[in-house]
C-alpha cells in the first residue's frame, strides 16, 4: 500500500521506515530538509538503536524516500500525522501548531477515500477538529486516530511487533471502510496474534495519554515509597522487588531513582491535566500534579545528596556527572532528569563535568554553560563526587576499584539504584542512593 508519514522525528521515522519494512511504499515528508537528507542518505538523524540497519535494508529496496514537499503525499491511501507536540512555553497544555501546520498543508492534496490517521499524541478533541477540517477539504476522505506506545531505546522493535493496536474511527460505513484500510496497513503485526481495539475517536485519543499517565504514577508511586525509605532506612529496590512479585502490580516500572523525563510522560501529564481543566473534569486528574510533584523532588534530593556527601557544601567541588540523555539507549535530553541535576549543581557552584555515550551534543546545545567529556573516566578525573543520572550499561559495569584510582574522592550518589552497594562500599566508596541507604 501507498502511504505517506508527515513528521520524521523519533516517531514517523521510526514508523516510515517500519511500515516500508512490512512491504508498504513509504513516503516520509518533513519540514527540515537536513534530516530529510540524512533519512534519504540512509542515516538516522539521531540515536537510535536498529534504525540505522532498517533504514539501510528498506532503503536498498526503493519502498522509503524522504522528501519536504508535501505535494510528493499525492496517490498515498493512508497520510500518518506523526508530528511533535510538545508543552507550550510557561503552559501546561500542549502545542498544536506542528498538527495543525502538518494538517493544512496535507489539505489540497487529499484524494477522495484517503485515510487522515494521527499518531500524535494530543488532547483529546484534536482528532474530532481535524476530522472536522478535513471533511470540509476533501468530503471522501476519512480521520482515524492510532496512537503509538514506542519506548525510544526499543523503537523499531516496539514498531514492528506492537503489544497493542489501536485504532479510532468515526461511526458508520466510513469508519468501516477506514478500519479495513487500516487492517491492510498493519496485516503483518495482525496476522501475528498482535491484539487490536478498535473504538471511537475519543477514547483511541485518551488510550495514549490514559497509558502515559498511568506510567508516569507508577514511577512516582515507587519514588514516593522511596521518599519513606529514606526516612526509615528501608530499601526501596527490596520493596520494589517484594511487591512486584504481585502479578497485579508488576515489577516493571517500578525502579525508583531520578524519576522520569523525555518527551512524552512529563508533558502529557501537564497536557491531560490542562485538558481536563479544559473539559471541567480537572478533578478527576489533580493525583497527576502530585505525580509530578513527587518526580520534581527527586531532582532536588539528588543535588542535597550529593551536598550531604561533599561534607555539607558543593561550591568549588568538582562533580561528575554519568549520564545526560533522560534514559539510557537514547541521545534524547528532552526535560532530562540528569541534565537537570547536573544544570542545578553547576547553578549552586560546582563544577559540573558531564559525560553521556550518545548525548553529548544534544546536551552541549541545551546547556551550553556545563562543561562536558567524552568517557565516564575524563569526567571523573580528581571529582570529589560522581553522580550517576542515567544507567547506560557501561556506568552499570563500572568497576569501582578502578575508578577509584582516577577520582579525587570515592564518593559516589547512584540516582538510578543500578549499583552494588557492597561492592563500591568494600572498594572504599561512600556509597548514597535515592530510596536505600
Ligand atoms: C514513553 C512510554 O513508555 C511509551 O509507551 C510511549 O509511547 C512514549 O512515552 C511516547 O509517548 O511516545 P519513553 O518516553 O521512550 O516512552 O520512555 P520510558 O521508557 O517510558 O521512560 C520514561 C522515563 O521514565 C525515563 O526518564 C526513565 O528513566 C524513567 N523511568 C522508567 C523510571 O524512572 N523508572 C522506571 O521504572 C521506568
Given at each position: 500500500?501507498?502511504?505517506?508519514?508527515?513528521?520524521?522525528?523519533?516517531?514517523?521515522?521510526?514508523?516510515?521506515?517500519?511500515?516500508?519494512?512490512?512491504?508498504?511504499?513509504?513516503?516520509?515528508?518533513?519540514?527540515?530538509?537536513?534530516?530529510?537528507?540524512?533519512?534519504?542518505?540512509?542515516?538516522?538523524?539521531?540515536?537510535?538503536?536498529?534504525?540505522?540497519?532498517?533504514?539501510?535494508?528498506?532503503?536498498?529496496?526503493?519502498?522509503?524516500?524522504?522528501?519536504?514537499?508535501?505535494?510528493?503525499?499525492?496517490?498515498?491511501?493512508?497520510?500518518?500525522?506523526?508530528?511533535?507536540?510538545?508543552?507550550?512555553?510557561?503552559?501546561?497544555?500542549?502545542?498544536?501548531?506542528?498538527?495543525?501546520?502538518?494538517?493544512?498543508?496535507?489539505?489540497?492534496?487529499?484524494?477522495?477515500?484517503?485515510?487522515?490517521?494521527?499518531?500524535?499524541?494530543?488532547?483529546?478533541?484534536?482528532?474530532?477538529?481535524?476530522?472536522?477540517?478535513?471533511?470540509?477539504?476533501?468530503?471522501?476522505?476519512?480521520?482515524?486516530?492510532?496512537?503509538?506506545?514506542?519506548?525510544?531505546?526499543?523503537?523499531?522493535?516496539?514498531?514492528?511487533?506492537?503489544?497493542?493496536?489501536?485504532?479510532?474511527?468515526?461511526?458508520?460505513?466510513?469508519?468501516?471502510?477506514?478500519?479495513?484500510?487500516?487492517?491492510?496497513?498493519?496485516?503483518?503485526?495482525?496476522?501475528?496474534?498482535?491484539?487490536?481495539?478498535?473504538?471511537?475517536?475519543?477514547?483511541?485519543?485518551?488510550?495514549?495519554?490514559?497509558?502515559?499517565?498511568?506510567?508516569?504514577?507508577?514511577?512516582?508511586?515507587?519514588?514516593?515509597?522511596?521518599?519513606?525509605?529514606e526516612?526509615?532506612g528501608?530499601?526501596?529496590?527490596?520493596?520494589?522487588?517484594?511487591?512486584?512479585?504481585?502479578?497485579?502490580?508488576?515489577?516493571?516500572?517500578?525502579?525508583?531513582?531520578?524519576?522520569?523525563?523525555?518527551?512524552?510522560?512529563?508533558?502529557?501529564?501537564?497536557?491531560?491535566?490542562?485538558?481536563?481543566?479544559?473539559?471541567?473534569?480537572?478533578?478527576?486528574?489533580?493525583?497527576?500534579?502530585?505525580?509530578?510533584?513527587?518526580?520534581?523532588?527527586?531532582?532536588?534530593r539528588m543535588v542535597d545528596l550529593a551536598r550531604e556527601v561533599c561534607d555539607g557544601s558543593i561550591?568549588?567541588k568538582k562533580i561528575a556527572v554519568l549520564?545526560?540523555?533522560?534514559?539510557?539507549?537514547?541521545?534524547?535530553?528532552?526535560?532530562?532528569?540528569?541534565?537537570?541535576?547536573?544544570?542545578?549543581?553547576?547553578?549552586?557552584?560546582a563544577?559540573?563535568?558531564?559525560?553521556?555515550?550518545?548525548?553529548?551534543?544534544?546536551?552541549?546545545?541545551?546547556?551550553?554553560?556545563?562543561?562536558?567529556?567524552?568517557?565516564?573516566?575524563?569526567?571523573a578525573?580528581g571529582a570529589d563526587v560522581v553522580v550517576l543520572?542515567?544507567?547506560?550499561?557501561?556506568?552499570?559495569?563500572l568497576d569501582p576499584e578502578?575508578f577509584g584510582e582516577i577520582v579525587g574522592h570515592k564518593r559516589i550518589v547512584d540516582g538510578?539504584n543500578?549499583l552494588d552497594p557492597a561492592a563500591w562500599r568494600a572498594a572504599g566508596w561512600t556509597y548514597r542512593a535515592l530510596g536505600r541507604h
Amino acid at each position: 500500500m501507498r502511504m505517506s508519514v508527515i513528521g520524521c522525528g523519533y516517531l514517523g521515522a521510526v514508523h516510515a521506515a517500519a511500515m516500508a519494512e512490512l512491504g508498504h511504499e513509504v513516503v516520509g515528508v518533513d519540514v527540515d530538509a537536513q534530516k530529510v537528507a540524512l533519512l534519504a542518505a540512509g542515516q538516522a538523524p539521531f540515536f537510535e538503536p536498529g534504525l540505522p540497519e532498517l533504514l539501510t535494508e528498506v532503503g536498498a529496496t526503493g519502498r522509503l524516500t524522504f522528501t519536504t514537499d508535501m505535494a510528493a503525499v499525492q496517490g498515498a491511501a493512508v497520510h500518518f500525522i506523526c508530528v511533535g507536540t510538545p508543552q507550550k512555553r510557561g503552559e501546561y497544555a500542549a502545542d498544536l501548531a506542528y498538527v495543525d501546520g502538518a494538517v493544512e498543508s496535507l489539505l489540497p492534496y487529499l484524494s477522495p477515500g484517503d485515510v487522515v490517521a494521527g499518531k500524535s499524541t494530543v488532547p483529546v478533541g484534536t482528532a474530532e477538529r481535524i476530522a472536522e477540517q478535513v471533511a470540509a477539504a476533501q468530503p471522501e476522505a476519512t480521520v482515524v486516530w492510532n496512537p503509538e506506545f514506542l519506548r525510544e531505546g526499543f523503537a523499531v522493535q516496539d514498531t514492528l511487533h506492537p503489544d497493542r493496536i489501536v485504532l479510532g474511527v468515526p461511526a458508520g460505513p466510513d469508519g468501516e471502510r477506514a478500519t479495513a484500510i487500516m487492517d491492510e496497513v498493519y496485516a503483518a503485526p495482525l496476522a501475528d496474534d498482535t491484539p487490536q481495539v478498535i473504538t471511537d475517536l475519543a477514547t483511541a485519543q485518551l488510550v495514549k495519554v490514559a497509558a502515559n499517565s498511568f506510567l508516569a504514577t507508577k514511577i512516582s508511586f515507587i519514588n514516593a515509597m522511596a521518599e519513606l525509605c529514606e526516612a526509615t532506612g528501608a530499601d526501596v529496590t527490596r520493596l520494589a522487588d517484594a511487591i512486584g512479585f504481585d502479578a497485579r502490580i508488576g515489577r516493571r516500572f517500578l525502579n525508583a531513582g531520578l524519576g522520569f523525563g523525555g518527551g512524552c510522560l512529563p508533558k502529557d501529564i501537564r497536557a491531560f491535566m490542562a485538558r481536563a481543566g479544559e473539559l471541567g473534569a480537572d478533578q478527576a486528574l489533580s493525583f497527576l500534579k502530585e505525580v509530578d510533584a513527587i518526580n520534581m523532588r527527586r531532582r532536588v534530593r539528588m543535588v542535597d545528596l550529593a551536598r550531604e556527601v561533599c561534607d555539607g557544601s558543593i561550591v568549588g567541588k568538582k562533580i561528575a556527572v554519568l549520564g545526560a540523555a533522560f534514559k539510557p539507549d537514547s541521545d534524547d535530553v528532552r526535560d532530562s532528569p540528569a541534565l537537570s541535576v547536573a544544570a542545578q549543581m553547576g547553578l549552586q557552584g560546582a563544577r559540573v563535568v558531564v559525560t553521556d555515550p550518545q548525548a553529548v551534543a544534544n546536551a552541549r546545545r541545551a546547556w551550553p554553560d556545563l562543561r562536558y567529556a567524552a568517557t565516564p573516566e575524563e569526567a571523573a578525573a580528581g571529582a570529589d563526587v560522581v553522580v550517576l543520572a542515567t544507567e547506560w550499561r557501561q556506568y552499570r559495569d563500572l568497576d569501582p576499584e578502578a575508578f577509584g584510582e582516577i577520582v579525587g574522592h570515592k564518593r559516589i550518589v547512584d540516582g538510578r539504584n543500578v549499583l552494588d552497594p557492597a561492592a563500591w562500599r568494600a572498594a572504599g566508596w561512600t556509597y548514597r542512593a535515592l530510596g536505600r541507604h
